[in-house]
């Protein structure tokens, strides 16, 4: 089944609203995997596996571009089957964390959303709205923009505070709901970090939010439902990837990430209700 994600036009949000009510599930799975790990050659095949595997229990897909530049020229082709093998119902994230000056954030945009045809992107804030401006002229997309992030040293820069007393986290969330004209923008908040979470919620109570780090991380899945999600329990895309692909280092590796992605799902419906 091909890709077909940007014939129509419709809004990224739309679209993952669409699927997670279909699907009932706020889950999504990375697609990052490592030649070293996975139990067969074949890169592409695996994900593909996977794909198939769990299609009807996730909310999104999300490929971190990293691992595919790691493979060269023969990587970005597995990127783009792998892009080709997922059913064009399902938003796809790209997560490239770009950002630079307004001439190549352009560039990278357009690769991004042209060439590759993603759904959504990651990117970050550092450099200020030009950087960001021309992924957001493409108001199909969605664009989750850098807020407080899920890795050990996120505090270096994101819980510094300027003169009125507000932590930069914070300062990117206001920002970024001033630049929502759209309703295209979102947040990446880290579930290793769940006040922060509850925070940038309430300052952004309509914003979907790219929750990364429940797995192997130690992020807690039930602050980040009760934070995360929406006044109607939506709107948070929770992300594993590791927990998922790596379910089984043997050849029962699609089966095992099944399971282990119906049993995610399942832990998200309990935590927020349903």
């Given at each position: 089944?091909?890709?077909a994600?940007?014939?129509?036009?419709?809004k990224?949000?739309?679209k993952?609203?669409?699927?997670s009510?279909s699907n009932?599930s706020l889950l999504?799975?990375?697609?990052?995997?490592?030649p070293?790990?996975?139990p067969?050659?074949?890169?592409?095949?695996?994900?593909?596996?996977?794909?198939?595997?769990?299609a009807?229990?996730?909310?999104?897909?999300k490929?971190n571009?990293?691992f595919?530049e790691?493979?060269?020229?023969?990587?970005l082709?597995?990127?783009?089957?792998t892009?080709a093998?997922?059913p064009?119902?399902i938003?796809?994230?790209?997560?490239?964390?770009r950002?630079d000056?307004?001439?190549t954030?352009?560039?990278?945009?357009?690769a991004l959303?042209e060439?590759?045809?993603?759904d959504?992107?990651?990117?970050?804030?550092?450099?200020?709205?030009?950087?960001?401006?021309p992924?957001?002229?493409?108001r199909?997309g969605?664009?989750?923009?850098?807020?407080?992030t899920?890795?050990?040293s996120a505090?270096?820069?994101q819980?510094l505070?300027d003169?009125?007393?507000m932590?930069f986290?914070?300062s990117?969330?206001?920002k970024a709901?001033q630049?929502n004209?759209?309703?295209?923008?979102g947040?990446?908040v880290?579930a290793?970090?769940?006040?922060?979470?509850?925070?940038?919620?309430?300052?952004?109570?309509?914003?979907?939010?790219?929750?990364p780090g429940i797995?192997?991380?130690?992020?807690?899945?039930e602050f980040?439902?009760k934070?995360?999600?929406?006044?109607r329990?939506?709107k948070?895309?929770?992300?594993a990837?590791?927990q998922v692909?790596?379910?089984?280092?043997?050849?029962?590796?699609a089966?095992?990430?099944?399971k282990?992605?119906?049993?995610?799902?399942e832990s998200?419906?309990?935590a927020?209700g349903c």
């Amino acid at each position: 089944m091909g890709r077909a994600r940007n014939d129509v036009k419709k809004k990224f949000l739309e679209k993952l609203l669409d699927i997670s009510r279909s699907n009932n599930s706020l889950l999504c799975v990375g697609l990052d995997p490592d030649p070293q790990k996975i139990p067969v050659k074949d890169v592409f095949e695996f994900n593909r596996a996977i794909i198939d595997a769990t299609a009807d229990l996730v909310c999104a897909y999300k490929p971190n571009l990293a691992f595919y530049e790691a493979m060269g020229i023969r990587g970005l082709q597995i990127l783009k089957k792998t892009l080709a093998a997922i059913p064009g119902n399902i938003p796809v994230i790209g997560d490239a964390k770009r950002g630079d000056i307004g001439n190549t954030a352009a560039a990278y945009a357009k690769a991004l959303f042209e060439y590759y045809k993603f759904d959504a992107v990651t990117v970050s804030p550092y450099l200020g709205y030009d950087s960001i401006e021309p992924f957001l002229n493409y108001r199909h997309g969605g664009v989750f923009v850098l807020c407080r992030t899920s890795n050990r040293s996120a505090s270096d820069f994101q819980d510094l505070v300027d003169n009125f007393g507000m932590k930069f986290y914070q300062s990117v969330a206001l920002k970024a709901g001033q630049w929502n004209k759209d309703g295209n923008i979102g947040l990446v908040v880290g579930a290793t970090y769940p006040e922060e979470l509850k925070e940038v919620r309430k300052m952004c109570p309509e914003m979907p939010l790219l929750i990364p780090g429940i797995g192997a991380q130690g992020g807690d899945l039930e602050f980040s439902v009760k934070y995360g999600t929406d006044t109607r329990g939506e709107k948070a895309i929770i992300v594993a990837a590791r927990q998922v692909l790596y379910a089984s280092r043997g050849l029962d590796y699609a089966r095992a990430a099944r399971k282990v992605a119906r049993e995610l799902r399942e832990s998200i419906n309990r935590a927020r209700g349903c």
